[in-house]
């Protein structure tokens, strides 16, 4: 159950769009679509983004999607805000009925 | 509305026990999964258990299996996570969430935080 793999931080201007990327294997990412995307401010609960690769709760902004290819899923932001700046993280079911996070990934907005 | 209130936290010595309790409201607990979710200080979220609506089937991380135990009581609304066998590195700030279909975990309740120190 090893952590899927984010990049540790990504940054952008007001208004541009940024993408994370979450790489998994065979046996979560690759195998399933069952990824999930959560926004977390520090001191609040995570928030739900987007669920099943590409679905987004209603109340999500429409800003934010999600796709996947091979082992890698990725949540795009596009008219990035200031309200956007907080950890983000991936998640999987996996072949063992388990789920695993990613590593996280800080977004700044500049 | 819907809400998720954790509590059992607290300061615990190496080797010792808790029961994390999460009791929930405004919505039909027995027709969800729920998962347990940490995240320890200054590091990221990770997953430690899950259990089905029907507590037919639970699902432990490596870090965790076998010295922990989920479980539910429908009648009362309320998950449980039993930790023996503490160690250091399972201080943190536990998160009951509930699970939507197969994979969204889409209401977090506010965490308990459980410290293991001597």
């Known amino acids: 159950q090893s952590a899927l793999t984010q990049p540790a931080s990504v940054s952008g201007s007001p208004g541009q769009s940024i993408t994370i990327s979450c790489t998994g294997t065979?046996?979560?990412?690759?195998?399933?679509?069952?990824v999930s995307w959560y926004q977390h401010h520090p001191g609040k609960a995570p928030k739900l983004m987007i669920y099943?690769?590409?679905n987004r709760p209603s109340g999500v902004s429409n800003r934010f999607s999600g796709s996947k290819s091979g082992n890698t899923a990725s949540l795009t932001v596009s008219g990035l805000q200031a309200e956007d700046e907080a950890d983000y993280y991936c998640?999987?079911?996996?072949?063992?009925?388990?789920?695993?996070f990613g590593t996280g990934t800080k977004v700044t907005v500049l | 509305q819907v809400q998720l209130v954790e509590s059992g936290g607290g300061v615990v010595q190496p080797g010792g026990s808790l029961r994390l309790s999460c009791a929930a409201s405004?919505?039909?607990?027995?027709?969800?999964?729920m998962h347990w979710v940490r995240q320890a200080p200054g590091k990221g979220l990770e997953w430690v258990s899950v259990?089905?609506?029907?507590?037919?089937?639970?699902y432990y991380s490596d870090s965790v299996r076998g010295r922990f135990t989920i479980s539910r009581d429908n009648s009362m609304n309320t998950l449980y996570l039993q930790m023996n066998s503490l160690r250091a590195e399972d201080t943190a700030l536990y998160y009951c969430?509930?699970?939507?279909?197969?994979?969204?975990?889409?209401?977090w309740g506010q965490g308990t935080t459980v410290t293991v120190s001597s």
């Open positions: 099943d690769v590409t």
């Open positions: 405004g919505f039909t607990f027995r027709s969800h999964g």
């Open positions: 065979n046996s979560d990412v690759g195998g399933y679509n069952y």
């Open positions: 998640n999987s079911y996996t072949s063992s009925s388990s789920y695993v």
């Open positions: 259990i089905w609506y029907d507590a037919s089937q639970e």
């Open positions: 969430v509930r699970l939507f279909g197969n994979n969204a975990m889409d209401v």
